[in-house]
Nanobody, 123 residues
Framework: DVQLVESGGDSVQPGGSLRLSCVVS????????MGWFRQAPGKEREGVAT???????NYRDSVKGRFRISKDDAMNTVYLELNSLKPEDTGVYYC??????????????????YGQGTQVTVS
C-alpha cells in the first residue's frame, strides 16, 4: 500500500521558517511527480510546489522565492522548505503523488493523497 507520511508543521510568527517532510513508501516515487498542497479552513486544496523524476520544480506564484521543494531518493523523502512565512500560508499541508506527465501545482486533481497532512499556522 502507498503511504505518504507528512511531518514538520508548527505554529510560527510571520517571517518564520519551517521544513516539512514527506516519507514515501509503497511506490517507485523516483519517476513519479511529487507535490505539496495545502488546504485552509473553508477553502479548496491548492497546489504549492511539485518536483518530478528529473528534479524539475514548479511553484504557485505566491510562494515563488520563499518556498523550495526538494527530495532525497536515498531517504525516500520529499521536503518543502517554507521561508518568509505569511499568515495566508496557514493551512494543512499534504504531500501528493501523480503518475501523469502533468507535474505542476495547478493540476491538483491529477494527484493522489494518502497522508493525514501536517498543520502550518502563521500568526
Amino acid at each position: 500500500d502507498v503511504q505518504l507520511v507528512e511531518s514538520g508543521g508548527d505554529s510560527v510568527q510571520p517571517g518564520g521558517s519551517l521544513r516539512l517532510s514527506c516519507v514515501v513508501s509503497g511506490l517507485t516515487y523516483r519517476r513519479a511527480c511529487m507535490g505539496w498542497f495545502r488546504q485552509a479552513p473553508g477553502k479548496e486544496r491548492e497546489g504549492v510546489a511539485t518536483i518530478n523524476g528529473l528534479e524539475n520544480t514548479n511553484y504557485r506564484d505566491s510562494v515563488k522565492g520563499r518556498f523550495r521543494i526538494s527530495k532525497d531518493d536515498a531517504m525516500n523523502t520529499v521536503y518543502l522548505e517554507l521561508n518568509s512565512l505569511k499568515p495566508e500560508d496557514t493551512g494543512v499541508y499534504y504531500c501528493g503523488v501523480s503518475e501523469t506527465s502533468m507535474c505542476h501545482p495547478v493540476y491538483v486533481r491529477r494527484f493522489n493523497f494518502y497522508g493525514q497532512g501536517t498543520q502550518v499556522t502563521v500568526s
